[in-house]
């Protein structure tokens, strides 16, 4: 065999095994090692993106596949009733008894109509907001005549008692020493809690000598006279008074389980 002819069938055998520069189209490449491409020749065993035209309440997705599932997909429950319980005993209402409180406004000259009671309406204004039935304000000299409003007040069986003024160290401010001869028991961190919330505004609020106690079933706190002492003081309040009234009414005490719920 003559060097040319050997040559020449050493090409043929270069071709029957091409190389990654073969002709365009590479239907001998594609065959004997596909490409990342050779997947999209494969049906696909699941649709890909199911149209608007999936059943509702069949749980199947909606337009976009499963990251966007329809109206009947079980990705987007109706409301679960569990979630909203619905009315019930909440901070803004101490319980399924409308709760009655009464204000006593202790001032000397707003009772002789020196100047308008101011202190009264706002503690009036905020226990209505928490859901109490109020009475009053009921406006009062300084002194003797707080301590007959206060007996009368338990007397009617309110819940809760807020007096406005009278707290101070002046020699008329007699309201706090009224309070002491009617309560059975003091309350000491109610006071304590509205003084601290005060003082953080005006450090005065120190000075207030304010008491919190219970007489028979009824709650008396007494408030400072100024409107920030009220306000201060209905703050304070709003998250003690419906526990307070519930256990005077003989309510249980709450403790939480594992869970966080309450028993």
């Not at 003797?144 to 101070?168: C, I, K």
């Amino acid at each position: 065999m003559t060097a040319d002819r050997r040559e020449k069938r050493g090409v043929r055998g270069e071709t029957a095994d091409p190389g990654p520069a073969a002709a365009p189209g590479g239907e001998r490449r594609t065959t004997a090692n596909p490409g990342p491409d050779a997947a999209t020749d494969r049906p696909s065993t699941t649709p890909p993106n199911p149209g608007p035209g999936t059943a509702a309440g069949s749980g199947g997705p909606g337009p976009g596949g499963t990251a966007n599932p329809g109206p009947g997909s079980t990705a987007d429950p109706s409301p679960d009733v569990t979630g909203n319980p619905g009315p019930g005993p909440t901070a803004d209402h101490p319980g399924p008894a409308a709760a009655r409180a009464l204000v006593i406004t202790a001032s000397n000259r707003a009772a002789a109509g020196v100047y308008a009671d101011k202190g009264g309406p706002l503690l009036a204004e905020g226990l209505a907001a928490l859901g109490f039935t109020v009475d009053g304000p009921q406006v009062v000299p300084d002194g003797d005549p707080v301590e007959a409003a206060l007996r009368a007040a338990v007397a009617a069986a309110y819940d809760v008692v807020l007096t406005t003024g009278g707290t101070g160290v002046s020699p008329t401010d007699r309201t706090p020493d009224a309070t002491r001869r009617v309560i059975d028991y003091d309350i000491p961190g109610i006071p304590e809690a509205i003084r601290a919330a005060g003082r953080a505004k005006v450090p005065t609020a120190a000075l207030s000598r304010g008491l919190a106690g219970v007489a028979n079933r009824t709650l008396i706190v007494n408030l400072p006279g100024s409107t920030g002492g009220v306000r201060d003081g209905l703050a304070v309040l709003a998250d003690l008074l419906p526990h307070a009234v519930d256990q005077l009414r003989g309510g249980d005490h709450t403790r939480p389980d594992a869970t966080g719920s309450a028993h």
